[in-house]
């Protein structure tokens, strides 16, 4: 598009958002900066920026703090813009309409925490506090909590609070007093909820930051975007390298995810760095010649390389996630030379498995490798995957033959559902004699990982 009209069509967006009030959402320009919408709701608070190149920014934050929605892209097509901004709104009613605070109860049957949560009901309805409240038994938690803001286990599960922690941590989770739990103490409760809540809140996530500690020159300026699932939440990470390092970051996270959501990515980055050499994109995907696999919702078995080659004159590699991970844990320590990443995000069935051996990835044709998920009966891990017991399962069931077979020095674990790897070299130990078992390690934010992974891939593929 022409630059002249590109910027007559910001404009044009800009003046027809202004007029999209309603009794929920509230659009106004923010009093200090002209080139932003602030967007507000009881529940969240949103925000539209408009910066130079026609560059416009989404976000969303909900009210605990956390990002529930983010990107920006460059204006080319009115029609693109506003699906986006249909979105970003969507987004922002769907906070709103879930603007009750949501608090399960749960103990080893249920029985008990639902006559309790029935009291904490009819309590909160009569001081008019946005809780609802639903009580579940212990079993089905791991499948249902994801839906919940604030866990409150029974004090005859207490001992599980630090295992539900580590597995939800973005939640609230506390145990209820044994004096309040057995005289159904209602307004102890609510301060105990309250309190927790607050606390919560008050938490700062600080980011990682990885250094590579093995040689790896960048010969030119590259793109490096990783896909990383997590339950219904698809998020981008996108970054720019050249010769000097890290030059610049890039986020998307969204619900639905799109073809044009990741051209996105790759045109703002191209506006804002014109002289980007190649792209090195990690999915959850299988790579066959150029037939890529992506978990994208209208996406599926595409010939991408082939697309985007044509539309754009960089290089374009795709790589797969579990391999970009194992890549970039090696490159970031120098304790060991062979290594595997067992990647099992939450929710999903399957899991993937990198590995590198004596400082090279172990690839193979059609890109199999790794692709653990043909030696799980998909059934049964449907089951496994609900509770953290049936995952510890899964997961050394899966171990077993990789440890058989590629005897690595450590295995890095990134299993939402395990809290406890010592649970799993038990289970290990029960196949394997303890003495042959690797180090196992358990990691948690991925995005580090996969970023640096894709560069040493795209790095190599480039030269």
């Known amino acids: 598009m022409d630059h002249f009209l590109r910027e007559i069509h910001v404009e044009v967006f800009k003046q027809w958002i202004l007029k999209q009030s309603d009794d929920v959402l509230k659009f106004s320009i923010n009093k200090d900066d002209p080139d932003r919408i602030d967007v507000i709701t009881s529940q969240a608070r949103g925000y539209i920026t408009f910066n130079p190149s026609s560059i416009l920014e989404f976000g969303i934050v909900g009210d605990t703090k956390n990002r529930e929605f983010y990107l920006h892209f460059q204006m080319k097509y009115l029609h693109h813009a506003v699906r986006l901004f249909y979105e970003f709104v969507n987004t922002m009613r769907k906070l709103d309409s879930n603007k009750k605070v949501r608090i399960m109860l749960s103990c080893s049957g249920g029985l008990t925490t639902g006559y309790f949560a029935s009291k904490l009901k009819e309590a909160a309805k009569m001081l008019e506090l946005d809780y609802e409240f639903e009580a579940i038994s212990y079993t089905k938690l791991y499948t249902e909590a994801e839906r919940a803001d604030v866990i409150l286990l029974a004090p005859q599960i207490a001992y599980k609070k630090a295992e539900t922690e580590s597995i939800f941590q973005r939640k609230v989770v506390e145990v209820i007093p044994p004096r309040v739990f057995a005289s159904y103490d209602v307004a102890a409760c609510l301060l105990l909820i309250q309190s927790a809540i607050k606390k919560k809140k008050s938490e700062i996530?600080?980011?990682?930051?990885?250094?590579?500690?093995?040689?790896?020159?960048?010969?030119?300026?590259?793109?490096?975007?990783?896909?990383?699932?997590?339950v219904d939440l698809i998020r981008i990470a996108a970054r720019v390298y050249d010769h000097n390092g890290e030059v610049d970051d890039l986020e998307i996270n969204k619900r639905d995810f799109h073809f044009n959501d990741l051209k996105d990515v790759i045109d703002i980055a191209l506006a804002e760095y014109p002289d980007i050499s190649a792209v090195g994109i990690?999915?959850?995907a299988r790579m066959n010649d150029d037939l890529v696999m992506m978990p994208l919702e209208d996406a599926n078995n595409k010939e991408f390389l082939q697309y985007l080659s044509h539309k754009y004159k960089q290089k374009f590699y795709w790589f797969n996630d579990s391999d970009s991970l194992a890549l970039g844990y090696y490159m970031t320590q120098t304790e060991y030379e062979s290594l595997c990443f067992f990647y099992h995000p939450m929710g999903m069935p399957g899991a993937g498995l990198g590995s590198v051996y004596k400082g090279q990835l172990i690839q193979s044709k059609n890109g199999m490798a790794g692709e653990i998920i043909w030696m799980m009966d998909k059934e049964e891990s449907k089951e496994l995957i609900k509770t953290p017991e049936g995952t510890v399962e899964m997961v050394a069931k899966a171990l077993i033959p990789i440890i058989s077979i590629l005897s690595p020095e450590a295995i890095c674990i990134h299993c939402t559902l395990i809290a406890d790897l010592e649970l799993v070299r038990k289970r290990l130990a029960e196949t394997i004699p303890e003495k042959y078992l690797p180090k196992l390690i358990k990691l948690y934010g991925m995005k580090e990982y996969s970023l640096v992974g894709c560069l040493k891939q795209t790095v190599d593929a480039f030269k």
Not at 208 to 221: A, G, S
Request: proline fraction near 7%; include cysteine.
């Open 205 to 230: 996530r600080i980011r990682e930051n990885l250094m590579i500690c093995h040689e790896l020159e960048v010969p030119t300026k590259l793109l490096v975007i990783s896909l990383m699932r997590h």
């Open 282 to 284: 990690s999915t959850p």
